[in-house]
């Protein structure tokens, strides 16, 4: 079975603050993806990144990053010099890569972060 | 590119109605579509997987026929709730993955808000 778990229900920050929301996986899968959404108050998920299990690499895009560590099973978010524009509920997601499995494709969703970042 | 679309975008039907959505690949081909909903500050979960030309299959938990996927053509799968209850008020999320693409990548649609009454 697969689990995420993202223990921060809620996160505040002042704008210019930086911010990591943490995510933490399990999967009995040898591969598979992670992602990152965000979830903007009209309810449209907004894809931010796609990462998979062979590749451990650090990701950055503008004042987005990502750390992932397969010994500890997480996938961290950061956002640098949050802006109020970041504000929304994001989502950390599982699917498992292999085509001959049952869960291929399927995203398996945390429990979401709320995200408000203040003027 | 790679645009989904739903309709309707928010419903409001009355109790034991049945309601359509919608779900349109707009500028692919989908041959795998899935239906997700959302439960108010909740997360998304997964209902079923819609395969064009074949039955879809249910997640555990999840009344085939209650919900009945039908998939037709590779650009349209459309979620059925029948007979609706308060309790199946919800948002409903479908995403699309592209033919002869692998599954990982998926397209979402905006959603769809569903007031049972």
């Known amino acids: 079975a697969q689990k995420v778990t993202q223990a921060q229900t809620e996160i505040s920050v002042v704008e210019k603050e930086d911010v990591t929301l943490d995510c933490v996986y399990e999967?009995?899968?040898?591969?598979?993806?992670l992602f990152w959404y965000k979830q903007p108050p009209s309810g449209e998920l907004v894809f931010l990144i796609r990462?998979?299990?062979?590749?451990?690499q650090n990701e950055i895009s503008g004042r987005y990053s990502w750390n992932f560590q397969k010994s500890t099973s997480s996938f961290n978010f950061t956002i640098t010099a949050s802006q109020v524009v970041d504000s929304a509920v994001y989502f950390c997601a599982l699917s498992a890569s292999w085509a001959g499995g049952t869960s291929y494709g399927k995203l398996t969703f945390g429990q979401g972060t709320i995200l408000t970042v203040h003027p | 590119g790679a645009v989904v679309s739903q309709h309707p975008s928010r419903v409001i039907c009355k109790s034991g109605t049945s309601v359509k959505i919608e779900c349109r690949s707009l500028?692919?081909?989908?041959?795998?579509m899935f239906w997700y909903r959302q439960f108010p500050k909740q997360s998304l979960m997964l209902m079923a997987t819609?395969?064009?030309?074949?039955?879809?299959?249910?997640e555990q938990g999840v009344e085939k026929d209650k919900f009945l996927i039908n998939h037709a053509s590779l650009t349209l799968s459309t979620l059925t709730v029948t007979s609706a209850h308060p309790e199946d008020s919800s948002f409903y999320i479908c995403?699309?993955?592209?033919?002869?693409?692998?599954?990982?990548?998926?397209?979402f649609g905006p959603g769809t808000r569903l007031l049972v009454l």
């Open positions: 990462r998979n299990s062979f590749d451990e």
């Open positions: 999967t009995r899968d040898t591969t598979y993806y």
């Open positions: 500028d692919f081909q989908a041959t795998t």
């Open positions: 995403s699309a993955s592209p033919s002869g693409g692998a599954r990982e990548t998926q397209y």
């Open positions: 819609s395969n064009e030309g074949s039955k879809a299959t249910y």
